[in-house]
């Protein structure tokens, strides 16, 4: 199993732009989240879903869409980047609500 | 709202030594997750638990229900133990994903 995969790595854009975070999970989770990380905020909710054809908002969901069409996909599109939305991101997954949850290797954007 | 505090926010040990980092929550839980994140890296989860203890290699985790209150515990702590430890709850209504996050404890291991 590759586990969480997010793509890409590391990102910069310019204010304004708009982008798509790639996250895929191979473990057939119903469950996954997208966090924000920033320094002395610890992890933020900006989307979830708990199941293909299913999204709903977290805490920061300003600025961030999802789709969830399949099991495996569930990309985060950045609608116009803005300085504020500089952050490191995660996808993550679980089977279920109760389960161990799986993180992505992380997103590092930086909006200029 | 359940809240999510961890202790101490940062902390600087020898190596060698015993290290504990504690989690406090506010309300009834299905489950607590200590998470492990290197500097610049991803984030690794460590132990789920729900009750009781568990272990894996140096690394002990306990909780107690009904204090609301979990503990992390390094034994013989070596550089390469130095990381951010997130303690995170599951509980009904908690997190819109049911997840509620600590806000980390920084933990560097001088040789």
């Known amino acids: 199993n590759a586990g969480v995969t997010q793509t890409p790595k590391f990102q910069v854009l310019k204010t304004g732009q708009s982008m798509t975070l790639q996250c895929a999970q191979d473990m057939n989770h119903e469950y996954m989240s997208w966090y924000r990380q920033d320094p002395g905020m610890g992890l933020r909710l900006i989307h979830y879903?708990?199941?293909?054809?299913?999204?709903d908002q977290g805490e920061v969901p300003n600025g961030y869409n999802v789709s969830r069409s399949t099991t495996e996909d569930f990309p985060l599109r950045l609608l116009s980047a803005a300085p504020s939305q500089t952050s490191v991101y995660f996808c993550?997954?679980?089977?279920?609500?109760?389960?161990?949850?799986?993180f992505g290797p992380g997103t590092r954007l930086t909006v200029l | 709202k359940n809240e999510v505090e961890q202790s101490p926010q940062n902390l600087t040990a020898q190596e060698g030594e015993f290290i504990t980092i504690n989690c406090s929550y506010s309300v009834g839980i299905s489950a607590l997750h200590w998470l492990q994140q290197h500097p610049g890296g991803g984030i690794v989860s460590l132990f789920m638990l729900s009750s009781g203890k568990k272990k894996h290699g140096r690394l002990i985790a306990t909780i107690n229900i009904q204090e609301k209150h979990s503990s992390l515990h390094i034994t013989a702590s070596h550089p390469r133990d130095s990381a951010v430890y997130i303690c995170?709850?599951?509980?009904?209504?908690?997190?819109?994903?049911?997840?509620?996050f600590g806000k980390g404890t920084h933990l560097i291991i001088q040789p």
């Open positions: 995170a709850v599951a509980y009904s209504g908690g997190g819109a994903d049911g997840l509620t």
């Open positions: 993550a997954s679980r089977y279920r609500a109760d389960n161990e949850q799986f």
């Open positions: 879903s708990v199941g293909a054809g299913i999204t």
